[in-house]
Every structure is written in structure tokens, then in C-alpha cells.
């Protein structure tokens, strides 16, 4: 016992010294390097004095840069809006610019070895059996299935009973992020948590990734890995609450694979059952059910409540996605779209799309540069330097979009009566290049679908629209203290 006493005190001894002796020669360097403007603002916080968010003063930032890119030295991160940078990024050197190690690190604990983490083999195979999953026609059909049936039997049930109440106000981003946790678990695992049923709490699987997400996200702002690697190494601190919200979203996909593999695997249409059939590993499955939840659940609520904020900013958009969706599908508003009906309406597309360009979900994105190379702009990089490129400060630079970058308006992405797309580089909402997201149609017939749904029937108005959003820490945007928004039965003399 005593053995073990002095092995645990040498090592924990050992350890600090070595942290305290790394955060110094940390210290001292910033100290040598880093008296920018930037940095300093960036260190003492001083930017929260004019802007309510980061990704705010970096878009103020890379607007004012005349390369569109700017360096953050105490992040060691070369951030860019310049459209040039970002093809060259992901598409033309896409092997100079992987997830790399250090990104690993960061979400590692939480999503191993799962398709958003890896890069090299790993990655080709899960992204050869996905786009061959999520491309092919079946899949489609199915994913529309239970769009349908979600819509059908939950989400117009519930804002029914809303509206049934004598104060009918809802959360509306809490009712999008349930009612996605639900299709993309439904989809890509076959299985219903129903957590869209007017009666239940968020579920815990919900709650443990919201908390790892946030916790994740600050490891990534944190000016040395060397602070949460400590914080981890003794569990303490945030890290400590990071392991226990892991060890609960872990636990609970591995009850998802064992319930999916008591189903049984062979006639299912889902995306968890296909990959069982070619990996044994459960741990490898497990990574891969996290990396959907998380591709699929965060991304399609935070696009469409932000949509719904523009539209109750822009009543005449409004207006506008009502006279095309009663041109396509006729004027009965309990009608759902089908396929047929979402390929014809090219204003909502534009609308979305243009919402997303205001409020991509994935507000940013970085990569690590293998060797040193040169930007398109001119901006060195330095070889294992982080490289981010910026969607939302892109979507409202206005050398990129022109002087009305600011103003929510679907038209710019209309041409003659049809919906015109724009280059992937200079909006990568959805990434772009060879890592291009695997969902965007999905997200698109969800998105469409829901957004129709309630915009035909209801009359959706948050409260406070102009009120200036404030994102909570996460992997995607989240709106601080949700969307309070009131809910009415549309008028029928209209
Ligand atoms: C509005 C909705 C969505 C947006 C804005 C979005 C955006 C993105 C972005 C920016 C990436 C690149 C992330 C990175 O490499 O770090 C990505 C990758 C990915 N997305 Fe989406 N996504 C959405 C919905 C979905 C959905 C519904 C699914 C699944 C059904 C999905 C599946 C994926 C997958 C599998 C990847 C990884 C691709 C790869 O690394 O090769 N996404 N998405």
C-alpha cells in the first residue's frame, strides 16, 4: 500500500511540475508573440465590449482584412471569409488540410473514430458507405417516410395542443431539436425515442449531448490544450462533468446497437443496419451512431430556427412561400408535399437557403496543415497551424454578397422563376469539396417539409424578433435561451 502511496504521489508530483513548466514556457511565448491588437482582445476579452458573439468580432475582423483572413497567434489560427483560401482548403490541396491530431484530441473523447474525426482510410471507407447509403433512391423515399409520419403524428399534434392554450407560446428551438433527434434517429438507427410527445422531458441521451457538445466546443477556444489536458488528467473541473456526460451519450448508444441487433439488422432500410454488416466492432459502431446524431440532429433544428426568426422578421417571405405552395400543391393546407411537390418550389429553397447563409448551423470549420504551404491569398501557414475557414462571417461579407449582405432577401438565389445555386467556396454552409456534407438533401426534404407544414397552417411569431442572438458554447449554433415564440391556428378568412 505504501508502494502504491509513493508511486501516486511521485507521479502526481511529476505531473505538475511538468504542467506548470509547460504552461510558463506557454506564457512567456504568448508574451513574446502576442501583443497584437488581436490577441489582446482576444485574451482579455475586451471584444465582448462591442460584439455579443466571437464569430460577430471575427466577422468585423476578416471584413476589415483586405486578404478576407486574419491570424489568431495565441490560437495558433489562421481564420479566412476569402472564398479562394477555402476551395484551395477543401477541394485543390484537401490533403494538406485534415481534421489532423489536434482535432482529434479535442472531440476525441466523444466521437473516436466516428466520420466527423477521422481522416486518411478510416474516413474513406464510412464516407464510401454512407454516400452509398444516403445517395441511393430507396434511402430517399424512406427518409421522407419519416419526415411524413414525424410531421403527422407529432409535430402537428403537438403545436395543435399548443395552440389549445390559453397562453399558446412555445420554445421552438426546443420543439425542432426533438422533433430531429427523433427523424435522424428513426432514419440512420431505426429506432423511435419519441421525445417529440407533448408530455416528456428532454431525454437524457438529449441532455448528455447538449453538455458534451458545449464542454467540447470550449476545449477547442482554450489558448492551450495544455489547460483541459490537465483539467482531464486529474478529472476535474469542466472535464470532470465532460466524462460523465460522455460516459451517459456512450452508454446510450450502445443500448441503441443492442436494441437494433435484437430487431434484428437484415430488412432494414436504416443506416445503423447496413453498417452492421460489415463491422463487427462495437465500438467502432458506437462512434459512428454518435457522429450521426450529430450530423443530423444539431444542424437541421438550428437552420430552422433561425428561418423562423428571419420569417417573423420578413412577414412578406412569408407571404411569398404561401403563393408558391399554393400554386404547386393547391390551396388545401392539410396536404403534405411529396417529392414531386419539393422539387417545384424554388422560392422556399431560396428562402432556406438564403436563412443559412445569415445563420449557417455550423458557424465555422478548421483543419490542420500537414506541411507549410501558401494560401491563394498570400497568408503563410505554417505547418501544423489550425486553418479555419468562416461560413458565418462569409455569409455577410459584402464583397462577397454586395452592400445588401446583411438583408434576408431569397431573391438573390432566384433567376428567371427557378433557384439558382451558388458556388460551394463562397458559401460553404455545407462544407464543399471532397468532404462535402452527406445530408444536405435529406436536410433539405426535412427542412422544406417541416417549415411548409407549419407555415400553411399556423401563424408563427417569435416573440422579440429583433432581439440580437446570442449562440450558446456548442458544434453547432445554438440560440442562448431558445426561441420563445407565439403559436395560432391560421385565420381561414386569409
Ligand atoms: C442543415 C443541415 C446540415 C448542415 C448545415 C450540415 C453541414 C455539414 C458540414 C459543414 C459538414 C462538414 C463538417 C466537418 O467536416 O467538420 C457536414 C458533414 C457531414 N454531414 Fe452534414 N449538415 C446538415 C445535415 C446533415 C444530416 C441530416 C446528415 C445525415 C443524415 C448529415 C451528414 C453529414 C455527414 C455524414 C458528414 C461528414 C462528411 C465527411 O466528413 O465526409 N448532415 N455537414
New binding site residues.
Given amino acids: 500500500m505504501e508502494l502504491q502511496a509513493s508511486i501516486s504521489f511521485i507521479y502526481f508530483t511529476f505531473t505538475a511540475v511538468f504542467f506548470l513548466f509547460s504552461l510558463s514556457i506557454y506564457i512567456l511565448r504568448l508574451n513574446r508573440v502576442c501583443d497584437c491588437d488581436v490577441c489582446t482582445a482576444f485574451l482579455t476579452r475586451s471584444w465582448t465590449s462591442q460584439f455579443v458573439n466571437l464569430s460577430d468580432w471575427f466577422t468585423h475582423l476578416l471584413s476589415k482584412s483586405p486578404t478576407g483572413t486574419i491570424h489568431v497567434h495565441v490560437l495558433n489560427n489562421v481564420i479566412t471569409a476569402n472564398p479562394d483560401n477555402v476551395e484551395y482548403m477543401i477541394k485543390t490541396n484537401f490533403e494538406n488540410y485534415p ?1 489532423g491530431k489536434a482535432f482529434s484530441a479535442i472531440l476525441g473523447d466523444l466521437l473516436g473514430r466516428g ?2 474525426n477521422v481522416d486518411g482510410k478510416c ?1 474513406r471507407f ?2 464510401k458507405m ?1 454516400s452509398l447509403e ?1 445517395g441511393s433512391l430507396s434511402i430517399r423515399s424512406h427518409a421522407l417516410n419519416v419526415v411524413v409520419e414525424e410531421i403527422e403524428n407529432r409535430l402537428i399534434p403537438f403545436f395543435t395542443n399548443v395552440i389549445d392554450k390559453k397562453e399558446p407560446v412555445l420554445d421552438l428551438q426546443d420543439v425542432f431539436r426533438r422533433f430531429s433527434f427523433d427523424t ?1 434517429c428513426k ?2 438507427f431505426g429506432l423511435d425515442p419519441g421525445s417529440l410527445k407533448p408530455t416528456l422531458p428532454v431525454s437524457e441521451l438529449e441532455s448528455a449531448f447538449d453538455l458534451s457538445s458545449k464542454l467540447l466546443a470550449e476545449r477547442g477556444v482554450t489558448p492551450s490544450p495544455l489547460i483541459w489536458k490537465f483539467k482531464r488528467l486529474f478529472t476535474i473541473g469542466s472535464e470532470k462533468k465532460l466524462k460523465s456526460s460522455i460516459r451517459v451519450v456512450k452508454k446510450l448508444a450502445d443500448q441503441v446497437i443492442k436494441k437494433r441487433r435484437e430487431l434484428g439488422t437484415s430488412s432494414n432500410n436504416d ?1 445503423l443496419s447496413r453498417f452492421m454488416g460489415s463491422i463487427s466492432d462495437d465500438d467502432y459502431l458506437r462512434d459512428i451512431v454518435i ?2 446524431l450529430l ?2 440532429r444539431d ?2 433544428a ?2 430552422l430556427t433561425s428561418f423562423f426568426l428571419l420569417l417573423s422578421q420578413n412577414p412578406k417571405v412569408i407571404e411569398k412561400i404561401r403563393e408558391e405552395s399554393d400554386r404547386v400543391m393547391g390551396p388545401n393546407r392539410e396536404t403534405l408535399p411529396g417529392f414531386g411537390d419539393l422539387q417545384q418550389l424554388h422560392y422556399l429553397q431560396a428562402a432556406l437557403h438564403e436563412s ?1 447563409r445569415l445563420y ?3 458557424q465555422f ?1 478548421s483543419k490542420f496543415t500537414k506541411q507549410d504551404d501558401v494560401l491563394p491569398d498570400g497568408t503563410f501557414v505554417r505547418r501544423g497551424s489550425r486553418v479555419t475557414y468562416h ?1 458565418y462571417a462569409m455569409g455577410r461579407m459584402e464583397r462577397i454578397w454586395g452592400p445588401d449582405s446583411l438583408k434576408f432577401k431569397p431573391e438573390r438565389w432566384m433567376q428567371n422563376g427557378e433557384f439558382k445555386q451558388e458556388s460551394a467556396y463562397k458559401y ?4 464543399g469539396g ?7 438533401e ?3 426534404v ?2 422544406k417539409s417541416v417549415a411548409l407544414c407549419l407555415i400553411r397552417r399556423f401563424d408563427v411569431h417569435v416573440v422579440n424578433p429583433t432581439r440580437a442572438l446570442r449562440f450558446a458554447p456548442g458544434l453547432t449554433a445554438t440560440v442562448s435561451g431558445g426561441l420563445p415564440t407565439v403559436v395560432r391556428r391560421r385565420d381561414l378568412q386569409e
Avoid at 460553404?428 to 462544407?431: M, R, S
Fill in positions: 481534421k466520420i466527423f474516413w464510412q464516407r454512407a444516403l435522424i432514419f440512420s443506416l457522429s450521426f450530423a443530423g444542424t437541421v438550428s437552420a443559412m449557417p448551423p455550423v470549420d461560413a460553404p454552409v455545407y462544407q471532397v468532404r462535402v456534407c452527406l445530408g444536405k435529406m436536410s433539405l426535412e427542412m
